[in-house]
Each structure stands twice: as structure tokens, then as C-alpha cells.
């Protein structure tokens, strides 16, 4: 059973999940009346999308750096504080320049937390429910995710000004969220790193009061062995975890999850569904990733992280295959594609929606964790960037069964990387994870 403070600890850090999926969402609801009141052309329409997207990069690419200077609680902290800055000068902001700023520093805060948030709760997690509490991000993005749509729902036609509300409302979990942090402690690992060494130990006794001697001796013992060696992420001992986190990091956006999350009403108007059908069916596949999200962080350390990548890359090769064959052959008859993609969302958010963050976080050692999830979180979101722009040319220019077949043909890729290199985490501490991967 996870003991209660450290699930309360794991469930307030997640709550950056549930704010990175809010904040990335919440948009959608705002952006046709900003382009409005603003008269903002083509490309600064476009600009104002996707600025939140270049702060989340830029924030993934630099958020180990906070996590190892400042401590991964302070880190938190100041994500928090980014998400309520961001929330409410979005809402309020009098023109088009600030408001761009502010989405910005939102974007910042959604990138840092894709690398600090794992990050702590693999560090104070027990290696038997590592999988399940780690797994919290992932399933609160998925749920800040469907509330944004939800909030926007609501909000919509409350007032001349309803988008305003639509973003501002995202200040009252940021809140919370930095509230409910002043009763977080500092991770451990990162204490005794820093010399602190009767803090860490006691954070420790309070996660597992008979293994904290021998899991305090095994950190030590980490640090020793690194501390004669680089901390350079790109030194050689670190290689393999280096390739596992960014081939990992690279097949969860070349599966095209995030053209398809982003352009699923153009996608389904492609087979022929109308406007409404095509909406609806949208909804769908949120609620669809909601489901399969929950069900594969359940699983996860009951299965492990390899064989539900296993299961995932068969159903991605089976669905985006067919995929592909019903656009090459123009097959459309009824909800054919809409219900493949339901059954694709279904296997991705079990297997790689549920694990890469899981995965990631467990695989770089004490000393260069925070950088190593710096490393796979930002190549998820530059490739997440790369699909998201590119998704709609190619889709134009070379139609949808090439598009979808290349898709498949990365995930065959993924299949091979799985069943060849990526080994089992499952039930191991970060320390024996660290002997298997690195070379001291």
C-alpha cells in the first residue's frame, strides 16, 4: 500500500500536469474572438497559437537547470507562479503584445513542468508503485485537458468578454497548486546530493521506514561513483539512457498523437463527415484518451512499462494501417475511420501516453537526472512542434493515406526499438536502474 503522505506529495506535484494539459487546451475556446478583437492577420493568428508552444520548448530545454540549482520543490514553486502570472495577465492584458507575453510565460511554466514534475515524484516514489504515482502527470494532463474543454463549454456566451474568463480561470488551481507545494517536502535524493544529508534521511524514513539505511547507503554509494566521473549528460557512461530517452521521446510524437489530438475535426471532414458529426467525434477522443490513460497507470507496475509498450505498438501498427488503407482506397462508409482512431487513441494513451514520463524519469541517474528529463522532454516537444506544423502540408500535398502509412511505418520502428533495446523498470529502484544503464 503507498504510504499516505507520499500519495498526497505525488498528487499535488501532478497538479502541474493537470495545469499543463489546462493551459495547452484552454486556448481553443479563446482563439476566434482574440483574432477578432485584435484584427490579427493570418500569420499572427497562427503566431499567437503557437507561442505558448515556443515557451514550453524553451522551458523543457532549460527546466533541469532550476531543478538542479534550486531544488525540485522550488522549482515547482516558480511553475506555479508562472501558471498564475500567465493565467491572469492573459485574461486582462490590454492589447495583443502583452498577451502574448503572458501566454509565453505559461508555455515556459508547461515545459519546466513536463521536466520537474516527473522528476520529484520518481525521486520520492517507492520502486513497487514507482509506475502508478509517476503516472499521475500523464493522467492529469489528459484531465486538465477534458476540464478546459469543459470550462470552455460553460463559459462560452457568459458575457462580451467570455474568453477572458475562459483563461483567467485557470489562476484558481494555479493557486491551489502553489499552496498545497508549502506542504511538499524537498526530494531526498536531491538533499543528499547536497550534502543534506539528516533531511534527505528523514524525507526517506517517511516513505519507507524499513528500507531508508539501505536505500540512503545506495544513493551515497551513486553519488560516490559519479563524483570521479562528468556530470556532462553527454559523457560516455550515460549513453544508453541518453539514446533510450530521445528514441523514446521521438517515436511518442512520429506515432502522429498530436496531429491527430490538434487536427482531428479536419481529419474526420477529410473522410467526409460534416462539421457537427466531425466535432462530436473530437469529443470523443478526448474522452477516449481520459479512459485508456487511467486504465494504463493502473497497469503499469503490474505489467510493466516494456509489455504495454508491446501491446501499444502492435494496436498503433494495426490501427494506423488501416487507417491509412481506408484514405488510399477512399473507404469512408460511415464512422470506419473515427472509430479506428477511437481504438488508436485507446493504445496510445495505455501505452506510450501512459509510460514516457514514467520511463524517462527512472532511467538517468541521481547525478544527471535532472538533465536527462530536461533532454526527453524537450525532444518530445520540439518533435511535438515539428508534426504539429508540418501535419497540414503533408496531409494537403501528399493526402492521408501517405501520411497515416508513414505514421504506421515509424511505429513498426517503435516495435523493434521495444523489443530489442528498451529494457524492464518495473520494481526497481532508481539505483538499480542506475547499475544496469550506466557504465562507472
Known amino acids: 500500500m503507498i504510504q499516505r503522505k507520499v500519495l498526497f506529495w505525488s498528487i499535488v506535484t501532478a497538479l502541474g500536469g493537470f495545469l499543463f494539459g489546462f493551459d495547452t487546451a484552454v486556448i481553443s475556446g479563446a482563439e476566434k474572438a482574440i483574432q477578432q478583437l485584435w484584427n490579427l492577420s493570418a500569420f499572427e493568428h497562427g503566431f499567437t497559437i503557437s507561442i505558448a508552444l515556443i515557451g514550453t520548448v524553451l522551458g523543457a530545454v532549460f527546466g533541469g537547470i532550476p531543478s538542479d540549482k534550486l531544488g525540485r520543490r522550488q522549482t515547482l514553486r516558480w511553475i506555479a507562479v508562472l501558471y498564475l502570472v500567465s493565467a491572469v495577465g492573459a485574461a486582462l492584458a490590454p492589447a495583443w503584445i502583452p498577451f502574448m507575453v503572458f501566454r509565453f510565460l505559461g508555455g515556459l511554466g508547461v515545459g519546466a513542468s513536463s521536466v520537474t514534475a516527473p522528476l520529484y515524484i520518481s525521486e520520492i516514489s517507492p520502486a513497487r508503485s514507482r509506475g502508478k504515482l509517476v503516472g499521475l502527470f500523464q493522467f492529469n494532463i489528459v484531465f486538465g485537458i477534458l476540464i478546459a474543454y469543459l470550462s470552455n463549454y460553460l463559459l462560452a456566451g ?70 570521479g566521473q562528468s556530470e556532462s549528460l553527454w559523457a560516455r557512461q550515460y549513453r544508453t539512457p541518453v539514446l533510450l530517452a ?36 473530437s469529443a470523443g477522443i478526448g474522452l477516449v484518451n481520459f479512459c485508456f490513460t487511467l486504465l494504463g ?24 494501417g488501416l487507417v491509412a488503407r481506408a484514405f488510399y482506397g477512399a473507404q469512408f462508409t460511415g464512422y470506419t475511420v473515427p472509430v479506428l482512431l477511437f481504438v488508436y487513441i485507446a493504445f496510445f494513451a495505455f501505452s506510450q501516453g501512459a509510460v514516457i514520463w514514467v520511463f524517462i524519469s527512472e532511467i538517468f541517474p541521481n547525478a544527471v537526472r535532472a538533465k536527462g528529463q530536461a533532454l526527453g522532454s524537450s525532444t518530445h516537444w520540439v518533435m511535438a512542434t515539428v508534426i504539429a506544423f508540418t501535419f497540414p502540408y503533408f496531409a494537403e500535398h501528399l493526402g492521408g493515406g501517405h501520411t497515416f502509412a508513414f505514421f504506421c511505418a515509424m511505429m513498426v520502428l517503435q516495435l523493434i526499438f521495444v523489443l530489442r533495446f ?10 538499480q536502474v542506475e547499475k544496469t544503464l550506466v557504465f562507472h
Open 158 to 227: 457568459v458575457g462580451e468578454h467570455s474568453w477572458r474568463l475562459m483563461l483567467g480561470v485557470q489562476a484558481v488551481p494555479s493557486v491551489a497548486f502553489l499552496l498545497f507545494l508549502f506542504r511538499v517536502p524537498e526530494s531526498p535524493r536531491w538533499l543528499l546530493l547536497h550534502g543534506r544529508l539528516d533531511e534527505g534521511r528523514e524525507v526517506l524514513r517517511i516513505i519507507s521506514l524499513a528500507t531508508v539505511e539501505a536505500d540512503v547507503s545506495a544513493i551515497l554509494t551513486s553519488q560516490a561513483q559519479a563524483g
Open 246 to 281: 530521445v528514441a523514446f521521446a521521438f517515436f511518442n510524437q512520429v506515432s502522429g498523437i498530436n496531429a491527430i489530438i490538434y487536427y482531428a475535426p479536419r481529419i474526420f471532414e477529410m473522410t467526409g463527415l460534416g462539421q457537427g458529426a466531425a466535432l462530436l467525434s
Open 297 to 320: 497507470v493502473n497497469l503499469i507496475d503490474r505489467f510493466g512499462r516494456r509489455t504495454l509498450m508491446l501491446v501499444g505498438s502492435v494496436g498503433l501498427i494495426l490501427t494506423l
Open 422 to 431: 528498451m529494457p524492464e523498470t518495473k520494481g526497481s529502484s532508481l539505483e
